[in-house]
């Protein structure tokens, strides 16, 4: 049973900065693209960064500059450090990984962890 585990998140105020974690376990044989999706209050889930296992990383124009992706493959860990936080930051923040399992292949989502910023 794959399962993602995210840490990090909190309250941190305009400026400031936040580190997001997620790890995945369970069966895994290998996993593609892991990325970070936000929801923010009244809003459709946004992706927010991406990353193939090549380390490829794509972001969403907002957070360019500000947000880095990273992964550690050998212990199928995706990162987001999150600088220069605005408030408009603010949402529950999904890793997702692409996974190739013991028992088939699929999408998989951490249980969300929120980011709130203030102003």
């Known amino acids: 049973q794959v399962r993602l585990v995210q840490s990090g998140g909190g309250l941190v105020q305009a400026g400031g900065s936040l580190r997001l974690s997620c790890e995945a376990s369970g069966g895994i044989i290998r996993i593609n693209d892991m990325g970070w999706y936000r929801q923010g209050p009244g809003k459709q889930r946004e992706l927010v960064a991406s990353i193939t296992s090549g380390g490829s990383a794509n972001y969403l124009d907002s957070v360019k500059g500000r947000f880095t992706i990273s992964r550690d493959n050998a212990k199928n860990m995706v990162a987001l450090q999150m600088n220069s936080l605005k408030p408009e930051d603010t949402a529950v923040y999904y890793c997702?990984?692409?996974?190739?399992?013991?028992?088939?292949?699929?999408?998989?989502w951490g249980r969300g962890t929120q980011v709130t910023v203030s102003s």
């Open positions: 997702s990984a692409d996974v190739v399992g013991n028992t088939g292949s699929g999408g998989y």
